[in-house]
């Protein structure tokens, strides 16, 4: 059962989004439009219930079981859409349409991670467009969907999983390559490769397939290993920093240097950062840091925003980047790399000298 | 009034509701908050 929006949630929404109040978003609501949008919407069946036909309780939204993961990005991207087809306020379909979405998610106790948000303007620009189809779009959306912690049913929800993969959901993603990136869904899961003879390193997803590491890029991940066994850490941010910093001809530490910081610099930060942290490895083991994870989603993220098919340093260091409050973040804001001014010298540096390339050898390569 | 003017003074009176709710204020907020970058960029995609 899930709780739906209704046209007055829809005005508060765009109200917030727009930065206009929910008055002023109210005088412009094309209200034909928005009961279109949710008509379109609602399921056939009994399935939904409308929150605004639920007895209110002041200062709280009723509360519904859980839907299931899947159910909940199918539902929301089915609002999305249909709000991108029937704009409320013209003009401002794509932010209502998204933050409408979002909500949705939320009064259904799923909270949304949609940290990178480059790639995340894509996949709305192509919903929009009609080039990614809402069942890709629902895809890539359920694997960035987690519980809402604050939900007050979540007690009775199991635990979290993916679906399973299968052949009908490799070829229900494939389309994805239709818009501009090739690989256009990144579930959670993920393995890493560092290559062995006859098969190239890189990443693998079970919707992307492998995306292939560069040169540096391999250089880095194996690099920012052995900084962090040296150090007796778990790999982390900070030691993908290292790693990128040894990386001389890599678009990363060029686009650093458009900046004016040197390889020497960011080496020095991030062992700033590295002393202070606490050894916590187990001898033969190198758990991935939680934060570390989350910045190869980001990694996988930006190599999808720039359409690439394969990992280079540029997305190692934008993924870092993708994380406010962070140590690796701090240290790179005091050098003067802020993500904007990042983003725009790794652009300038791709312009001139061309991407980063994968790598051609196959196994391990260090540098 | 005519009709269109009815409807939307209703839809005010359940806007109005949904502000006062707390979680649905509460979970709007850390939506936007958490996301503050994006409705940028999606202006920008606007065509």
């Known amino acids: 059962m899930m709780t739906e929006l209704d046209v007055a949630a829809l005005a508060v929404i765009a109200g917030q989004v727009l930065g206009t109040g929910t008055d002023a978003a109210l005088s412009q609501l094309d209200i034909p439009a928005a009961e279109a949008a949710l008509a379109e919407a609602r399921p056939a069946g009994p399935e939904t219930v409308s ?46 349409a998204t933050a409408a979405g979002l909500q949705f998610l939320a009064v259904n106790g799923w909270q949304a991670d949609l940290d990178v948000p480059r790639a995340t303007a894509i996949t709305i620009q192509g919903l929009a467009s009609g080039q990614l189809p809402p069942a890709d779009a629902a895809s890539w959306l359920e694997a960035r969907l987690s519980p809402d912690p604050a939900s007050p049913d979540r007690a009775t929800t199991t635990q979290t999983q993916l679906p399973p993969r299968s052949r009908a959901r490799r070829i229900m993603l494939a389309p994805i390559a239709a818009i501009r990136h090739r690989h256009g869904s990144r579930p959670g899961p993920f393995t890493i490769s560092l290559g062995s003879p006859g098969k190239p390193a890189g990443i693998r997803t079970p919707a992307t397939g492998l995306m292939p590491f560069t040169d540096p890029a391999l250089s880095t991940v194996i690099l920012s290993g052995q900084q962090a066994r040296r150090h007796g850490q778990p790999p982390g941010p900070e030691h993908i920093l290292l790693g990128l910093a040894g990386q001389d001809d890599s678009v990363a530490v060029k686009a650093l240097q458009r900046l004016g910081i040197s390889q020497e610099a960011i080496r020095q930060q991030a062992e700033n950062i590295t002393g202070h942290s606490q050894p916590q490895a187990q001898p033969g083991q190198a758990p991935v840091t939680p934060q570390a994870r989350r910045v190869w989603h980001a990694v996988l993220d930006e190599a999808v ?36 001014e990042v983003r725009a010298a790794i652009t300038a540096q791709r312009a001139g000298s061309g991407p980063e390339h994968p790598a051609r050898r196959h196994g391990v390569h260090v540098r | 009034m005519n009709m269109p003017d009815t409807a939307r003074e209703a839809i005010a009176a359940l806007a109005q509701a949904r502000r006062k709710d707390k979680r649905f204020r509460r979970q709007l907020e850390d939506n936007l908050a958490r996301h503050q970058r994006l409705p940028h960029l999606l202006r920008e995609n606007q065509p």
């Open chain 1, 51 to 96: 929150a605004a036909s639920r007895p209110h309780r002041p200062g709280s939204t009723p509360a519904a079981a859980r839907p299931d993961r899947t159910a909940a990005a199918a539902a929301a991207v089915t609002l999305m859409h249909a709000l991108l087809r029937h704009p409320p306020l013209p003009g401002h379909g794509q932010p209502v």
């Open chain 1, 305 to 340: 925003a720039h359409g690439d098919n394969y990992i280079g340093t540029e997305h190692f260091l934008l993924g870092l980047l993708c994380h406010r409050d962070t140590p690796v973040v701090h240290a790179l804001a005091s050098l003067g790399a802020e993500e904007n």
